[in-house]
């Protein structure tokens, strides 16, 4: 009987535990696919929350090319704490995360350079009202894109 609970336990704790396959605090950046996503070396595509960067795919947007270049100096090959918000994914199945190298979150740098907008995406707004006060200072000192 005492084997028949035991196998019971295993099937009801231990197996769900080792199926799943947990989104990391910390990773390495193994690629920087543009401005705002990254992939990490789990495999995971990781898109930055509360913030859009001009496109660098299929045509580069003004701006995208700086905002690309920032993001590679600031992650890339790097170790990056992950910071989640409400939402795990996003409809493309990327991890929605705010991104920091030791103490810098690179979402809110990269809005401070004036390489990002803030945008907001309910229900992940924890920072959100941070990321809008830093791109009213990029712009008006007139960094990146907001450059007169």
């Avoid at 995971?44 to 090319?65: F, K, L, N, S, W």
């Avoid at 920032?70 to 409400?86: I, T």
């Avoid at 740098?109 to 309910?122: N, Q």
């Amino acid at each position: 009987m005492n084997s028949k609970i035991l196998l019971l336990a295993i099937i009801i704790f231990i197996i769900p535990l080792c199926a799943c396959n947990p989104a990391p605090e910390t990773a390495t950046v193994t690629r920087v696919i543009d401005g705002d996503t990254i992939i990490i070396d789990t495999g995971h595509r990781v898109r930055y929350i509360g913030i859009d960067t001009p496109e660098v795919h299929p045509v580069a947007e003004a701006y995208g090319m700086e905002a690309w270049q920032a993001n590679r100096n600031l992650v890339e090959g790097k170790e990056v704490r992950l910071e989640r918000d409400a939402t795990e994914t996003d409809k493309y199945g990327r991890l929605l995360r705010y991104v920091y190298v030791d103490d810098t979150m690179v979402n809110a740098e990269l809005v401070r350079l004036g390489l990002a907008e803030a945008k907001a995406y309910p229900p992940d707004t924890k920072y959100q009202d941070m990321l809008e006060n830093l791109e009213e200072e990029a712009r008006q000192a007139g960094r990146g894109m907001w450059a007169k």
